[in-house]
Every structure is written in C-alpha cells, then in structure tokens.
C-alpha cells in the first residue's frame, strides 16, 4: 500500500460499534465517519466514556466495527484476516499506551528494538533503538529494566518504541499523563517533527488542552459520537 502525500490514508465511513455485557448492549460508537491524510495530527478529545480509546483501536486494527467500514489506503481492513491485520499493526501502525505495555524484564533498548524485530527488519537495529533513545534524553538508560524507569522514563520509552519503525500511523493515548508540562510539550513537539517531516500521520487521545497547539485537528467526542471539529494551532 502507498499513497501521495495529499491523500487520505483513513477514511472512516459510518463506523458504529456496539458490545453486549448480558443482555445490556453498549453503542461505544454511533455513525462516526473521519478522513485522515498524510501530515496530519489528529487530537481526539472528549470524556471517559465517549469512544475515544474504541475508535483508535479500530483505527490501530486492534478491533473490528460492527457496522460501517474503515480504509487504510483504500483497502478495506474489515476483509483482511488475522495474520494480515498483524502484519500492519507490525509494520505500519505505532501504539503507544497508556499503560506503556513494556516488557517488565526486558531493558529499555530490548523493548525499542521490538518493533524492528517483528516487521523484518535485521540489522542495524540496536543503532536505531539507541538512537532514538538519545534523541529522547535516555540515552544514559538504554540498559535499565521498566521498574528501574520513572513513570515519565518509561513513556519515553514507549514512545522510543512506537517511532523507532517509521509506522505510517502513530496512535497515542495519553501521551503526556506522566510527562512534566515541559518534558511533556518538548516529547509531543519532537515526536510531530519526527513523524510529520515524514509525510505519516499521529492521532492522540488525550485530556491534555496543550496538545492544542500541536495538532492540526480538534476532534471532539460525546457519546459515541464527533461532535465538533477545530483546527488546530499547528504549532
């Protein structure tokens, strides 16, 4: 798959999912359609419970809608199988996760070269992941194991992992929850330079009101729903 810089690489089309607990079921989202092109940063805003985290885990192939369809680069990921959606999340989609998701005894370069490691890649892969890890201020932590990290190291870390492959699509959420507001402004700042420069695209679910400045899109979500959208500062 490949596009031009000035087409979309998501298109959204009237996604809704809906989960059933019992005999209870949960429209997480209702009827939500979105484009996406190459240089954009996409911020998705809204309260616990409005649909965020489940339109970027459809988003990241983590999940499928039940109604609506989702293109990645005009392919329709509803129709792919399982080791076919593995291998984009592998090679072409970059999480980065609340919870971080590092390996607990595994060292910071060991975690930032995994990516590497699962879409192919073999060789000079331990440059890269020490790499990024300087470019992110750990370069003096690249051996520490997660609990030896601050929880501000360890999203660093995560965010190490996440770009180290040039993913086409950077999902985050809550980036900056355990960043200080200057450590946090500088990570979010080096990771648009980093991934935009490169004609990809970063979609962050976040709380934080100073990714404003950053983003080229506001979106705003209330119910399972897009209930607004604003430019961005574009800082």
Same mark, same amino acid.
């Given at each position: 798959m490949s596009s031009t810089p000035d087409e979309p690489i998501i298109v959204v089309r009237d996604v809704s999912k809906t989960y059933r +607990?019992?005999?209870?079921?949960?429209? #997480?989202? !209702? %009827?939500?359609?979105l484009t996406v092109r190459r240089g954009e940063f996409v911020a998705v805003m809204g309260a616990s419970g409005s649909g965020k985290s489940t339109l970027m885990n459809i988003l990241g192939c983590l999940d499928a809608p039940s109604t609506g369809s989702y293109l990645l680069e005009g392919v329709d990921v509803a129709k792919l199988d399982e080791p076919s959606l #593995?291998?984009?999340?592998?090679? !072409?989609?970059?999480?980065?996760?609340?919870?971080?998701?590092? +390996? &607990?005894?595994? *060292?910071?370069?060991?975690?930032?070269? $995994? &990516? +590497?490691?699962?879409?192919?890649?073999?060789?000079?892969? $331990? !440059?890269? #992941?020490?790499?990024?890890?300087? +470019? /992110? %201020? /750990? %370069?003096? !932590?690249? @051996?520490? @194991? &997660?609990? @030896?990290? *601050?929880? %501000? @190291?360890?999203?660093?870390?995560?965010?190490a992992r996440a770009i180290v492959g040039q993913p086409d699509i950077l999902i985050m959420d809550e980036p900056t929850a355990s960043l200080d507001g200057d450590t946090g402004q500088a990570v979010v700042g080096f990771v648009k330079q980093h991934v935009l420069n490169e004609k990809r695209c970063i979609l962050i679910v976040t709380h934080d009101n100073r990714i404003y400045e950053f983003a080229t899109r506001i979106l705003k979500m209330e119910d399972g729903r897009l209930t607004g959208i604003e430019k961005g500062g574009s800082a």
């Open positions: +607990l019992g005999d209870i079921e949960v429209h #997480a989202l !209702r %009827g939500v359609s #593995a291998r984009i999340r592998g090679r !072409r989609i970059g999480f980065v996760f609340q919870s971080f998701n590092l +390996l &607990p005894r595994t *060292s910071a370069v060991e975690n930032v070269e $995994l &990516p +590497l490691f699962y879409s192919g890649q073999i060789s000079g892969n $331990l !440059r890269r #992941a020490n790499e990024m890890l300087d +470019l /992110l %201020g /750990l %370069g003096d !932590r690249t @051996q520490n @194991q &997660p609990n @030896q990290l *601050s929880g %501000g @190291q360890q999203q660093r870390v995560a965010i």
